[in-house]
């Protein structure tokens, strides 16, 4: 699986982007997906999971109640809706592709995005 994501730029505090990572390979639907972020200067944390089939998602309390994950599998596609941004949600975002049945934290990830900026401005 290779994973591309996209969607980052620059914002105001208090506005919105959504960030998309398009997944290659057959067997897209079979893997938990995710996003995880890094600030700079900080290590990366994780921010938000979705289990295979959409189902179930997972988010990390600093993005809960702003963020939205979602996947699309006819698309081969995770979104990353992400509302009301404060400028500590700056960073890297990070696609990730893990096998596991949970949208919770991996404990490894097979398969890395290459990283989108976001910044938000104060």
């Known amino acids: 699986v290779q994973l591309q994501a996209s969607g980052g730029g620059l914002v105001q505090a208090g506005g919105s982007l959504r960030l998309s990572c398009a997944a290659s390979g057959r067997t897209f639907s079979t893997y938990a997906m995710g996003w995880f972020r890094q600030a700079p200067g900080k290590e990366r944390e994780f921010a938000a999971g979705?289990?295979?089939?959409?189902?179930?998602?997972y988010d990390a309390g600093s993005v809960k109640g702003r963020f939205t994950i979602s996947r699309d599998n006819a698309k081969n596609t995770v979104y990353l809706q992400m509302n009301s941004l404060k400028p500590e949600d700056t960073g890297v975002y990070y696609c990730a592709a893990w096998y596991s049945s949970s949208p919770s934290k991996p404990v490894a990830v097979e398969y890395w995005g290459q990283g989108t900026l976001v910044t938000v401005s104060s």
């Open positions: 979705i289990s295979w089939s959409g189902l179930r998602t």
